[in-house]
């Protein structure tokens, strides 16, 4: 065989790959663009859902819940980043879906068992941590900021004249569409802690004892964290300390029960050597 045949049989499957790889991306790019379609369709109703919180703290002030258009074309982007947004939760399923359709094939069978769950596991803990960023979150937040109005003081009834003057909310709907949604993304990313230590414990990139030994540099690293993704009220900075550490916690629990698996496994199988893997951790209890 020539090298230009040897060069052509080489490409081959590299062609494949990439006709592959297209037709998913096509597939995955319509599901979001289907999804962002719906989405505008009902953009309204998406926005009452996502004004609630600040609505409720408003009515818990006696204030009426009215959001600004502040330039002419900003319902309009309201309404494009309702869209978008919704339309990659939407056409989540079917891209993840797309994803493992290209990744499965070139996985050995205990592979694909032990990376699916992970796929699954990753949009539920996104949602989770969602839901909390809007339920608990969001509510602490607008009262902190809320909190800082002021009633215009006028020195008499007959008078009327003006000793401080009046701080009243009169927000943008857009700048509150992007506080809220950040705030949404900024905790499902953050929920994500324990689906990527523990599938970085699977591939053996990270291992229960390293987790324990870096717990300082994970607090600073949580506390730095908290103090972005919060508004500078100590509550939801310790709520989101507390939940994120505790995530932590749990994902160095789940990336020890890997470690168990795997020893187990290798023990099995014979390829299991103390003097070389070791053994458990002092502080791991084996029958856990």
């Given at each position: 065989?020539?090298?230009?045949?040897?060069?052509?049989?080489?490409?081959?499957?590299?062609?494949?790959?990439?006709?592959?790889?297209?037709?998913?991306?096509?597939?995955?790019?319509?599901?979001?663009?289907?999804?962002?379609?719906?989405?505008?369709?009902?953009?309204?109703?998406?926005?009452?859902?996502?004004?609630?919180?600040?609505?409720?703290?408003?009515?818990?002030?006696?204030?009426?819940?009215?959001?600004?258009?502040i330039a002419l074309e900003?319902?309009?982007?309201?309404?494009?980043?309702?869209?978008?947004?919704?339309?990659?939760?939407?056409?989540?399923?079917?891209?993840?879906?797309?994803?493992?359709?290209?990744?499965?094939?070139?996985?050995?069978?205990?592979?694909?068992?032990?990376?699916?769950?992970?796929?699954?596991?990753?949009?539920?803990?996104?949602?989770?941590?969602?839901?909390?960023?809007?339920?608990?979150?969001?509510?602490?937040?607008?009262?902190?900021?809320?909190?800082?109005?002021?009633?215009?003081?006028?020195?008499?009834?007959?008078?009327?004249?003006?000793?401080?003057?009046?701080?009243?909310?009169?927000?943008?709907?857009?700048?509150?569409?992007?506080?809220?949604?950040?705030?949404?993304?900024?905790?499902?990313?953050?929920?994500?802690?324990?689906?990527?230590?523990?599938?970085?414990?699977?591939?053996?990139?990270?291992?229960?004892?390293?987790?324990?030994?870096?717990?300082?540099?994970?607090?600073?690293?949580?506390?730095?964290v908290a103090a972005l993704?919060?508004?500078?009220?100590?509550?939801?900075?310790?709520?989101?300390?507390?939940?994120?550490?505790?995530?932590?916690?749990?994902?160095?629990?789940?990336?020890?029960?890997?470690?168990?698996?795997?020893?187990?496994?290798?023990?099995?199988?014979?390829?299991?050597?103390?003097?070389?893997?070791?053994?458990?951790?002092?502080?791991?209890?084996?029958?856990?």
């Amino acid at each position: 065989m020539s090298a230009h045949d040897e060069l052509e049989d080489s490409s081959a499957p590299l062609m494949e790959h990439l006709t592959e790889l297209r037709s998913r991306l096509i597939y995955s790019v319509l599901a979001f663009i289907v999804g962002m379609i719906i989405c505008f369709m009902v953009w309204n109703p998406v926005f009452n859902f996502l004004t609630e919180p600040l609505c409720n703290a408003l009515n818990d002030r006696g204030q009426s819940c009215d959001l600004q258009f502040i330039a002419l074309e900003e319902g309009f982007f309201v309404a494009i980043s309702i869209s978008l947004l919704g339309g990659l939760v939407l056409g989540f399923p079917i891209i993840s879906y797309q994803m493992w359709r290209f990744v499965a094939p070139g996985l050995y069978k205990n592979e694909k068992g032990a990376f699916l769950p992970f796929l699954l596991a990753s949009p539920i803990m996104f949602f989770i941590g969602a839901a909390f960023a809007y339920s608990v979150i969001t509510p602490l937040a607008f009262n902190f900021f809320l909190g800082f109005q002021q009633e215009n003081v006028l020195t008499s009834d007959q008078d009327a004249t003006a000793v401080a003057a009046g701080i009243i909310f009169q927000g943008s709907a857009k700048a509150y569409l992007s506080l809220t949604i950040k705030f949404i993304v900024a905790f499902g990313l953050c929920f994500q802690l324990p689906v990527l230590l523990t599938l970085m414990g699977k591939a053996g990139l990270v291992s229960a004892k390293g987790l324990r030994g870096t717990r300082k540099f994970a607090v600073v690293g949580i506390l730095i964290v908290a103090a972005l993704a919060t508004p500078p009220d100590v509550i939801s900075q310790v709520i989101l300390f507390t939940v994120v550490y505790g995530l932590y916690e749990i994902s160095i629990q789940l990336v020890a029960r890997v470690e168990r698996q795997r020893e187990a496994k290798l023990r099995a199988e014979g390829l299991w050597d103390d003097d070389i893997h070791g053994d458990l951790d002092d502080d791991e209890d084996p029958k856990a």
